[in-house]
């Protein structure tokens, strides 16, 4: 065999064990690649009962305990809500007059320099008009500020819803009871009655 025969078998050869190889490794490829897609198909497999039960439960709990939360929440505010309408009820009632005492006082006043006048006073004139002053602005603010109105005058009609009949007396030009004399004054607030005027009656007489 010539050494240009020789050589062409062993450059054959060469390429032939080349392609071996090559043909080797593209195998040890695709067997590396079968075996990824087998292991990721192995973890991307369905998840059994057991375990979606779990989880299942597991975000019941967690609702759970958020719920739960949120009723102390509402259940402590409600609470405290109550508390501080308990507290507001019972200065309302504690306070309730403290305008009204608030506005006396001037009267209050007025009448404490009205009775130091009247130790050194030389006209009892003038010490009955400060007293009738200091009655007709304290009338004046009850009615205005505090809706408190004076009823019962001589001559109106007997009403018993409102009037107090402390006795009768028959006269013969009366046609219907009427109020003869006012002992006592009745007072209304707003439209309800505090206190019942109390007075003598006019009566037809028999």
Avoid: C
Wanted: proline share 2%; charged share 35%; glycine share 4%.
């Amino acid at each position: 065999m010539s050494e240009e025969n020789k050589e062409e078998v062993q450059e054959e050869q060469a390429e032939n064990t080349a392609s071996a190889a090559e043909n080797a490794s593209e195998s040890e490829e695709k067997a590396a690649s079968a075996d990824e897609n087998s292991s990721e198909e192995a973890t991307e497999a369905p998840k059994s009962e057991l375990e979606l039960a779990n989880e299942k439960i597991a975000g019941l709990e967690k609702e759970l305990a958020e719920l739960k939360d949120k009723y102390l929440r509402t259940v402590a505010e409600n609470d405290n809500w109550r508390k501080r309408m308990i507290v507001q009820k019972d200065e309302a009632v504690a306070y309730a007059n403290a305008s009204l005492l608030g506005d006396l006082l001037e009267s209050l006043d007025n009448f404490d320099r009205t009775v130091e006048a009247a130790a050194t006073a030389t006209d009892p004139k003038s010490i009955a008009d400060g007293i009738t002053m200091i009655n007709k602005s304290l009338v004046s603010m009850l009615e205005n500020k505090y809706n408190l109105v004076a009823y019962g005058t001589a001559g109106d009609a007997f009403d018993p819803d409102i009037h107090e009949a402390i006795g009768r007396v028959e006269e013969e030009d009366v046609k219907e009871e009427t109020l003869k004399q006012v002992y006592l004054k009745g007072y209304k607030l707003k439209e309800r009655v505090i206190r019942h005027a109390k007075v003598m009656v006019s009566v037809p007489k028999a």
